[in-house]
């Protein structure tokens, strides 16, 4: 039993400190087209898609930055609750991993990950936080 209890305090640690050390500004990432780099951050809702319902499902819109660059959230609605009543011109803070690709890129991992191998994100709208 101790054994695994340290076993836990140390992957919840290494967690932890990944999380840190992984931690990089979404313009930072945006502009050295990094990849599989948390970000945190906000931006206005500037379109609305259609869900992904290819493999699992993802919510997906586009969220317009503050610095003027664009990208697309894809919250997987298999894992955590859709983003309710979500219109354009509305706020979204997020949390999750950033991907680079040849339209500016994504945020996904928006969610808890139910196998605890990374780190859990976050999106919050009108003072809901959908995890």
């Given at each position: 039993?101790?054994?695994?209890?340290?076993?836990?305090?140390?992957?919840?640690?290494?967690?932890?400190?990944?999380?840190?050390?992984?931690?990089?500004?979404?313009?930072?990432?945006?502009?050295?087209?990094?990849?599989?780099?948390?970000?945190?951050?906000?931006?206005?809702?500037?379109?609305?898609?259609?869900?992904?319902?290819?493999?699992?499902?993802?919510?997906?819109?586009?969220?317009?930055?503050?610095?003027?660059?664009?990208?697309?959230?894809?919250?997987?609605?298999?894992?955590?609750?859709?983003?309710?009543?979500?219109?354009?011109?509305?706020?979204?803070?997020?949390?999750?991993?950033?991907?680079?690709?040849k339209k500016g890129g994504v945020v996904h991992w928006t969610h808890r990950d139910p196998n605890r191998h990374h780190i859990n994100g976050w999106l919050k709208h009108k003072g809901i936080v959908y995890q």
């Amino acid at each position: 039993m101790r054994n695994l209890l340290i076993s836990i305090l140390v992957s919840f640690t290494l967690l932890q400190w990944s999380s840190f050390a992984c931690a990089t500004s979404l313009d930072e990432a945006y502009k050295t087209k990094q990849s599989n780099i948390q970000v945190k951050g906000h931006g206005e809702v500037i379109r609305i898609l259609n869900d992904d319902n290819q493999g699992s499902r993802h919510q997906k819109f586009i969220l317009k930055l503050s610095s003027g660059n664009t990208i697309l959230i894809a919250h997987n609605i298999d894992l955590a609750p859709r983003v309710n009543l979500i219109s354009k011109g509305d706020m979204v803070y997020f949390y999750g991993e950033f991907e680079w690709n040849k339209k500016g890129g994504v945020v996904h991992w928006t969610h808890r990950d139910p196998n605890r191998h990374h780190i859990n994100g976050w999106l919050k709208h009108k003072g809901i936080v959908y995890q």
